[in-house]
């Protein structure tokens, strides 16, 4: 038997002013969309938006229905227009945001599982780490590649591991 570890390590940041420019333009985004949010059930309406290598801002926010399941996060409404819009264009960075009535998440929010796994695959598909900035409006968390999130995440390889 061997014991094995992963550690994950983030930056964390106390406002929003202490971020690079174009990380404060990213969240900014993100912040503004979630506004758009169709979230009549949960009241949890999130934003997303990704840079992609030729600079433009792809922006999505959650987009709930009856049928729960039918919904869809903002992350993956974000990725899946960049990637209809912008075949081939790597998105370099993705920003969420999230609030409620009373305003914006103190705390940052965290993609889910199922957004992992989206955000995985587009790092597989263009072969370099996705920079995830998760921000609240009293904490920022910067992680530098979002596979980081998903350790021992499903891929291509276990397609491979059928008898
Ligand atoms: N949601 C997102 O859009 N992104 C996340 O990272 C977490 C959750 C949405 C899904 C649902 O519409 C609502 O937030 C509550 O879970």
Redesign the pocket.
Known sequence: MEFKNITVSWKEYCNISELEQPDIDLLSAAREVSKA?Y?P??G???G?AIRLENGVIVIG????NAAFPS???????ALSTASANYPGIRPVTIA?S?RTSKGLTPEP????GN?RQVIAEEEFRYGKGIKIILGGSSRVRIIENGGDLLPLQFSRDDLKTIP
């Not at 926010?61 to 709930?64: D, I, L, M, S, Y």
């Open positions: 949010a979230a059930y949960s949890f309406m999130v997303a926010a959650n987009v709930e919904g869809i996060c903002a992350e993956r409404n969420i999230a929010v965290s993609p889910c957004c």
